[in-house]
């Protein structure tokens, strides 16, 4: 890092000798160092006559601190219009909505007012709580229980992120929840630490085999010898589980042509990101993430165990889509001084077991 601000450093002396450098900066909150560290760095570049530099962060402490004596704007005081069309336009698209609001017009506007206001320009929490009306609606709710719907939802991110995996519908859902989210993060960790791990598309296919409590390595006959459009089906019901389970803070890219489709490639490698980075920052959170591993304690769920499975059963059903795959990301892996031949799935798979069994503490 040094050496990195040094070099930048440098840079930006020799360019303003002849030219004038305008920065644009997003996301300071999103620094993994030391936020008093950054502020300073970007305020010693901007004292140069020839260079303007344009931060953006989210409002933390630090940052307005430090840069409480130049020009600023907060995004929430100029989004408030966005926001209101926004939200009228998807209230408005509902039946239900604009049978009320022909009944009672003044508690409709007065709803959108509310979210508006609450909303203090993140459209982010607009969508989670219109989507959460919209919800109401389709329950039948009035305008006052809809009312009473939005003065529930917590005005923060985190909060209501919190608020949507406790309130889901059964409670079970929620220890189906916490698999998926560890097993996502355990990919993550995964992914760091071994170079060829990252080839590997977890994926919608993936993520079901691994999730399969009645898949059994042990118990040959528990192996799954499914067809290409029992592969459609198990991704359609993983990407359905996602939705339900994990109350939506999981999304699959990708469009759905691959559901009219005979072949199952495009199913099976669709993949699965987060709603939003602050839904990464959640899950980071200690007090949150020990919540979420305590719901599977007392069954013993091991994550690293259940992508060695998922890795296993994936280059069974469709060995040749990934040696492919492998070969074209070109990812050589060794262990112990010993190349492994990143073509021959056997080697991997042997190569994987032996270190998943070396690492019994798993990766969370």
Known sequence: ?????????????????TRKLFLLVDG???????????????QNIAKSRNVKVCLSSRPWLVFEEAFKNVPSLRVQDLTSSDITLYVGDKLKNDRRMEHLAKRHPEGAKELIDEIVTKAQGVFLWVTLVVASLLQGLGNRDGIVDLQKRLRLIPPTLKDLYKHMLTRLDPPFYLEQASRIFQLMRAKEKLDQEFPFAAAWDFALLGLSLADNNAIDLEKPETTPQWTQQDILAECDEMEYRLTSR???LFEVTGDHKWQKSASSEEASYRGITYLHRTVRDFLKDKDVWEMI??????????PSSRLLKAFILQFQL???KCRKRYARKNIPYR???TAIDSH??????????AKFSRRSTGYV
């Open 28 to 42: 300071l909150d999103e620094y993994d160092g030391d936020h008093f560290e950054i502020a300073d760095f970007f």
């Open 293 to 302: 591993v305590a719901l599977t304690t007392e069954s013993g769920f091991q």
């Open 335 to 337: 262990d112990s001084g």
């Open 318 to 320: 469709s060995p040749s």
């Open 344 to 353: 021959d799935p056997s080697a991997l798979c042997r190569n994987r077991d």
């Open 246 to 248: 994990c109350a939506g």
């Open 1 to 17: 890092m040094p050496r990195l601000k040094l070099a930048f450093q440098t840079l930006v002396e020799k360019l303003v000798e």
